[in-house]
Structures are given as structure tokens and as C-alpha cells.
């Protein structure tokens, strides 16, 4: 069985940083990609920023230049370290992990769902 459970919201002022965390946990073989997706009411989910490798990272134009998305293998967990603030980054964020799961000759390949984190930026 497999978890990702996420941590770090709150609130902050505009021009702050927060650093939220995601953790995928079990029966893992390998971790494709993880990253993030975020969401405010009435609006579509966005994608925020994924990472592949320590070295492979994307971003969306929005946030590009103040989010940083980083990876520990060590304990399959990622980060995104947000910084510069502004009351548009307001949203519910959702990280993401997709996964291969299981053994040789029975792979499955999975995106699992954190629970959700709210980040508000206000004054």
C-alpha cells in the first residue's frame, strides 16, 4: 500500500516564503516524477512544478524564478520552496507522486494523490 502525505501550508504575508513537503511511503519500486498542482475555488486545477531527476525540473511561467521543486531519495520525498509571495499563489495545493509499484514481471505504474494543503498569502 502506498501514501503520499503532504505538510507546510499556512498563512503568510505577500513577499514570504514557505516550503511545503511530500511524502510517498510503501511498497514502492520507483519514483517516476513527483510535484505539484494547485487549485482555488471556480478555478481549474493548475500544474505548478514537477521534478524527474535532481537535475530535471519544470515549472509554469507563474511561478517560475520563485518556486524551487527538489528532491531526497533517500526518503522519497519532495519540496517546493516558495518564495516571493503574492496573494495569486492563494490555493489549496496538491502534490503528486507517480509511481511504479510491485515486482518484476507485475510492475504498475500509479499516480498517487497527497491529501491537500492550503496556502494563504494575505496580509
Known amino acids: 500500500q502506498v501514501q503520499v502525505v503532504e505538510s507546510g501550508g499556512g498563512l503568510v504575508q505577500p513577499g514570504g516564503s514557505l516550503r511545503l513537503s511530500c511524502a510517498a511511503s510503501?511498497?514502492?519500486?520507483?519514483?517516476?516524477?513527483m510535484g505539484w498542482y494547485r487549485q482555488t475555488p471556480g478555478k481549474q486545477r493548475e500544474w505548478v512544478a514537477a521534478?524527474?531527476?535532481?537535475?530535471?525540473?519544470n515549472y509554469a511561467a507563474s511561478v517560475k524564478g520563485r518556486f524551487t521543486i527538489s528532491r531526497d531519495s533517500t526518503n522519497n520525498t519532495a519540496y517546493l520552496q516558495m518564495t516571493s509571495l503574492k496573494a495569486e499563489d492563494t490555493a489549496v495545493y496538491y502534490c503528486?507522486?507517480?509511481?511504479?509499484?510491485?515486482?518484476?514481471?507485475?510492475?504498475?505504474?500509479?499516480?498517487?494523490w497527497g491529501q491537500g494543503t492550503q496556502v494563504t498569502v494575505s496580509s
Open positions: 510503501g511498497s514502492i519500486f520507483s519514483i517516476n516524477a
Open positions: 521534478i524527474t531527476s535532481a537535475t530535471n525540473t
Open positions: 503528486y507522486a507517480d509511481l511504479t509499484t510491485g515486482r518484476p514481471g507485475r510492475f504498475s505504474r500509479t499516480t498517487y
